[in-house]
């Protein structure tokens, strides 16, 4: 029975220590990860395909490294342009590790590679923008910034290749200024909208002088040519006037007939008003009219009538008395 136990003991110790060795034997790779296998602190195999591998139990040691990309945030940078003017820049760098042998004997960190990359990062920029003016850099557009984010990446890439890592992309997110020459760069940057726009002010008045001085030319044109065509058409109706008065007074008894109604018009109009006595030449046709209205033409009015004198109009007054010229 003690044999048995025994037996039972030593089987459960040999299975135990079996499933220890296959355990430590055994390890995983994920498709996100780089798995190094490494004896004595030297890499002897790096495995990237996922799946489950093996190694020497109780000897070998892994090492994980990330395939994906990897962000880090550059701290910020106060560097100087070319007219030694200070900025601050903030910016950030894509990296990821493609050898990770090399990156193992270079770096062996994740912590490490970033702040070598920050070292490296902070002196391209400081190489960069210290050629460029600072004017420059404040007026830098979209299309400018990816060229000069194009500059400060390649000059990174040529810099960490020997560290087993790829420099993907670096940009800048933006420029700063420091607090003592800020106010300095803004009132500049406001005298300069001021100019400018004092400058599209003054040619916007200009323009509105010659604009109105155009119109007034244009409206005084107009009205010229609308007024010599109006007294066009006046003379235009007068001689018309003219030629249909003469057409219908053509004869001597028409003449007559004319001059008498308009001395009876002209009679009409003078008794118009309140006053009832009027003064008139004696050889005028109104006071030929109002002594003898039959006589006032020979022509117009052949035979007198039966009784030669008619009684004048009830309540008028007329007094003619001769008028020296």
Same mark, same amino acid.
Request: net charge negative.
């Given at each position: 029975?003690?044999?048995?136990?025994?037996?039972?003991?030593?089987?459960?110790?040999?299975?135990?220590? *079996?499933?220890?060795?296959?355990?430590?034997?055994?390890?995983?790779?994920?498709?996100?990860?780089?798995?190094?296998?490494?004896?004595?602190?030297?890499?002897?195999?790096?495995?990237?395909?996922?799946?489950?591998?093996?190694?020497?139990?109780?000897?070998?040691?892994?090492?994980?490294?990330?395939?994906?990309?990897?962000?880090?945030?550059?701290?910020?940078?106060?560097?100087?342009?070319?007219?030694?003017?200070?900025?601050?820049?903030?910016?950030?760098?894509?990296?990821?590790?493609?050898?990770?042998?090399?990156?193992?004997?270079?770096?062996?960190?994740?912590?490490?590679?970033?702040?070598?990359?920050?070292?490296?990062?902070?002196?391209?920029?400081?190489?960069?923008?210290?050629?460029?003016?600072?004017?420059?850099?404040?007026?830098?557009?979209?299309?400018?910034?990816?060229?000069?984010?194009?500059?400060?990446?390649?000059?990174?890439?040529?810099?960490?290749?020997?560290?087993?890592?790829?420099?993907?992309?670096?940009?800048?997110?933006?420029?700063?200024?420091?607090?003592?020459?800020?106010?300095?760069?803004?009132?500049?940057?406001?005298?300069?909208?001021?100019?400018? *726009?004092?400058?599209?002010? *003054? #040619?916007?008045?200009?323009?509105?002088?010659?604009?109105?001085?155009?119109?007034?030319?244009?409206?005084?044109?107009?009205?010229?040519?609308?007024? *010599?065509?109006?007294?066009?058409?006046?003379?235009?109706?007068?001689?018309?006037?003219?030629?249909?008065?003469?057409?219908?007074?053509?004869? #001597?008894?028409?003449?007559?007939?004319?001059?008498?109604?308009?001395?009876?018009?002209?009679?009409?109009?003078?008794?118009?008003?309140?006053?009832?006595?009027?003064?008139?030449?004696?050889?005028?046709?109104?006071?030929?009219?109002?002594?003898?209205?039959?006589?006032?033409?020979?022509?117009?009015?052949?035979?007198?009538?039966?009784?030669?004198?008619?009684?004048?109009?009830?309540?008028?007054?007329?007094?003619?008395?001769?008028?020296?010229?």
């Amino acid at each position: 029975m003690k044999k048995t136990r025994t037996r039972m003991s030593i089987i459960l110790i040999v299975v135990l220590l *079996a499933i220890i060795t296959i355990n430590s034997a055994l390890f995983t790779v994920r498709p996100n990860q780089y798995m190094c296998v490494t004896r004595f602190s030297e890499i002897i195999d790096t495995v990237s395909e996922p799946g489950l591998h093996m190694k020497l139990p109780f000897i070998d040691n892994l090492i994980e490294y990330p395939k994906e990309k990897l962000f880090y945030d550059i701290r910020l940078s106060d560097v100087l342009t070319s007219d030694s003017k200070a900025m601050t820049v903030d910016s950030f760098i894509v990296w990821r590790i493609i050898e990770p042998r090399t990156f193992f004997r270079t770096l062996g960190t994740i912590a490490a590679a970033e702040d070598r990359l920050d070292n490296i990062t902070f002196n391209v920029l400081k190489a960069v923008i210290g050629r460029i003016p600072q004017s420059d850099i404040i007026s830098t557009d979209d299309q400018s910034r990816n060229v000069l984010n194009s500059l400060v990446a390649e000059d990174v890439r040529g810099t960490v290749g020997t560290y087993g890592i790829e420099v993907i992309d670096v940009k800048i997110k933006r420029f700063d200024l420091p607090d003592d020459n800020e106010r300095n760069v803004y009132e500049r940057m406001i005298s300069e909208r001021a100019i400018i *726009a004092e400058q599209y002010r *003054a #040619e916007g008045i200009e323009e509105a002088s010659y604009i109105r001085n155009e119109v007034n030319r244009d409206v005084n044109i107009i009205i010229s040519n609308a007024e *010599a065509a109006a007294e066009r058409i006046i003379a235009e109706g007068e001689a018309e006037y003219m030629r249909i008065l003469a057409e219908a007074f053509n004869t #001597e008894d028409k003449r007559d007939f004319f001059i008498f109604m308009r001395g009876l018009e002209a009679l009409k109009t003078a008794l118009n008003g309140d006053e009832n006595t009027i003064i008139l030449d004696a050889d005028s046709e109104i006071a030929r009219l109002l002594v003898n209205p039959y006589a006032v033409s020979s022509s117009t009015v052949s035979t007198p009538p039966s009784d030669p004198s008619p009684t004048p109009p009830p309540e008028i007054e007329v007094s003619i008395e001769p008028v020296t010229p």
